[in-house]
């Protein structure tokens, strides 16, 4: 009887586990709460909205099935999971598969507007087109008003992306039209819809105006839709909605070279940005105040916007505001005589452009190439401006060009003396030599004063022995306790025998110590590198590579990709 017990269990289990891989029957009001569970994934989290869209995964209603994918697919997208091919080559295989019926042309709406949101995220914009257009062909064929504007509004947004500022408006207009003649379908839906499709215009209007300065059409149509918004009381705007406004009024008028007016219009939408924490705003709105303010001449006042907005950006994508901001800076810093502020800028700006792709630096240069045109265009009035602009040219060009040249010169003899490092310690390891070129110990170079003198370099040489000096906790305090002195004397012994500071001896016992680690155990070069900075006592990855780097001169990365390769 006891030998059955086992089979029994197994069989029971096996029963269990096919029950639930069975596929499931599900009614519409299922479909509408798993649906309603997955558009609310920004409340309840995007791991319940997962549970709920596997449940449809398993569903045997092929239609369900297919949202149920590509509602997955969307989520882990955005969340930037990885997502494996069987289960991309799923959608393919099911969404040929659902009849073409009334019934379901809603649910391929949906399902096609969820892969056009994928493939948008993934920067695959013509994908992303073609399920719009496909997802508004299902809107059309179910007479659903809503989510017809709903995707035209998309459509225009994806040919805006695709520079097609054209067919954008006319799809922006035309979603204009079709709200208009079913305001009473809308019901209060209406002013909504309404107002996302008239911001749509004046940005593309504005957009178009930036392209073309002569067109001053665009910029009467982009501010005629502006002071629409602001005027329809019904659109009842909050904070940052209303800021939206203001900022899209402002940038125009800086287009238009009206610089007092859009400091007083970006001034207004800094304020409304604030009330609604947007960061991104805040950051676009201060760089568009400091510009205006530096194009009247008011240098503190743009100083304190561009310094505002470099404050606020937190990632470290380049983008054009953020290297105009520095080189802005470094011209104000330069005007008021502040040199090492504006060599900083300066160099910085020049750090930053030598990181951006060739498109991006045709397109700076290309921006920087209008300013220059129209100056040298007005000097031409003054031929004795003129000969003073084309010396200051030629002496500011030299001096760029020695910069880089000091630059170039000095990042090839580092890299060079960084190379001859490596090799060394490579070679140490190779033959298991000890890595510093000061003993690791402090015991050989020690000359003992008195007997607290001596406790503490015991007491040094206790906590190098059990590597201490790997814990999180371990300090100047912690390790002035352990030992039983001060801090101040034992700062003042590690000073006088390993002519560095607390600090520098804690980071050279523990990069010593990882290198050690990482040369002799390959496990642990395939770790991350927060996981191999926690062994080495850093509580995060930045600060471990950068101390790492200033020791080794390379990454733990690339050093980790060396040893590999050579050892």
Avoid: W
Wanted: hydrophobic share 35%; glycine share 4%.
């Amino acid at each position: 009887m006891s030998k059955q017990i086992p089979l029994l269990f197994l069989v029971i289990f096996t029963c269990i586990v096919s029950y639930s891989q069975t596929k499931k029957e599900y009614s519409e009001s299922d479909l509408d709460y798993f649906k309603k569970k997955f558009y609310l994934n920004r409340e309840i989290g995007v791991d319940s909205s997962l549970y709920y869209m596997n449940k449809l995964l398993q569903s045997n209603n092929v239609a369900y099935k297919t949202f149920g994918y590509a509602a997955t697919e969307y989520l882990k997208v955005r969340e930037k999971q990885p997502i494996n091919i069987p289960f991309k080559d799923s959608i393919n295989k099911y969404l040929p598969k659902i009849a073409k019926t009334n019934k379901n042309f809603s649910l391929l709406f949906d399902t096609y507007i969820l892969l056009g949101n994928s493939n948008k995220r993934r920067k695959l914009i013509e994908p992303a087109l073609q399920n719009y257009i496909t997802a508004e062909n299902y809107a059309l064929l179910a007479k659903d008003i809503e989510r017809t504007i709903k995707i035209k509004g998309n459509i225009a947004l994806i040919y805006q992306d695709m520079e097609e500022l054209g067919k954008a408006l006319n799809k922006a207009k035309e979603t204009l039209k079709l709200i208009e003649v079913n305001k009473e379908t809308l019901s209060d839906k209406y002013y909504s819809s309404k107002y996302k499709r008239m911001f749509n215009v004046a940005a593309i209007y504005a957009t178009l105006y930036k392209n073309n300065k002569k067109k001053h059409q665009y910029a009467d149509s982009s501010l005629h839709y502006y002071n629409s918004i602001l005027k329809t009381k019904e659109f009842k705007l909050n904070s940052y909605y209303t800021g939206k406004v203001y900022y899209g009024m402002g940038t125009i008028y800086s287009l238009k070279k009206e610089y007092s007016k859009a400091s007083s219009f970006l001034e207004e939408s800094l304020g409304l940005f604030k009330k609604s924490n947007s960061q991104s705003y805040l950051y676009k709105g201060y760089y568009n105040n400091g510009y205006n303010s530096y194009m009247l001449n008011d240098l503190e006042k743009a100083k304190l916007n561009f310094l505002t907005a470099l404050s606020i950006k937190k990632d470290t994508v380049l983008d054009q505001n953020y290297m105009y901001m520095h080189n802005y800076l470094s011209k104000i810093y330069s005007k008021q005589n502040k040199i090492d502020s504006a060599n900083y800028y300066l160099n910085t700006f020049l750090n930053n452009y030598n990181k951006v792709s060739l498109r991006e630096k045709q397109q700076f240069k290309e921006a920087y190439k209008i300013g220059f045109d129209q100056k040298i265009k007005e000097l031409k009035e003054d031929s004795t401006q003129k000969k003073l602009y084309y010396k200051t040219i030629v002496i500011g060009l030299t001096v760029i060009v020695l910069f880089i040249s000091f630059l170039v010169i000095k990042n090839s003899k580092e890299k060079k003396k960084t190379k001859k490092k490596l090799d060394e310690l490579l070679s140490k390891i190779s033959n298991k030599e000890n890595l510093s070129e000061k003993p690791f110990s402090l015991s050989n170079d020690l000359k003992i004063k008195d007997e607290q003198h001596q406790q503490i370099i015991k007491g040094l040489l206790k906590i190098e022995e059990k590597e201490y000096f790997l814990k999180e906790e371990f300090n100047l305090y912690n390790a002035a306790k352990k030992i039983g002195t001060n801090t101040t004397y034992l700062s003042k012994i590690i000073k006088d025998h390993k002519k560095m500071s607390f600090n520098d001896y804690t980071n050279e016992l523990r990069i010593n110590y990882i290198i050690k680690v990482l040369s002799s155990d390959k496990k642990v070069r395939s770790y991350t590198t927060q996981a191999i900075g926690e062994i080495a006592g850093y509580k995060n990855a930045k600060s471990f590579t950068r101390i790492f780097k200033k020791h080794i001169g390379i990454t733990p990365y690339q050093f980790i990709e060396k040893v590999n390769k050579e050892l």
